[in-house]
């Protein structure tokens, strides 16, 4: 297999292939808050079928935080891996498309991807 993309930036296809594999719910945002990537895993939990562009946003499915206040749990994280980036782990109430709520665990964390 041979990847086109820049030392340590993952192809949007390999990037893609991994969402589609892993079997959690990821979703990642940029810092304005829009959602940017959206796992099918995640899209099947939420009960969301659109495309990226109508992706909702964190307030419909994650209602007890808001963007500011998941930056601030993401650079408060509480664990600390070897490259220095912060996780922050916690359980939360999750709103799906129809506006059922369940518990879910969540983990935040910054990456510096464009």
Known sequence: MSLHAAPNQPSADL???VLNAVPDA???MDAAGRVRLISPAAA???GYEGGIDDAPAPAQWLAEFDVAQMEER???GLYLRARGVHVSRFEATAR?????QFPCDVSLTRTDAQ
């Open 15 to 17: 990037m893609q292939s």
């Open 26 to 28: 990821v979703i990642g």
């Open 44 to 46: 099947n939990v939420l």
């Open 74 to 76: 993401s650079l408060s």
């Open 96 to 100: 799906r498309s129809d506006g059922t």
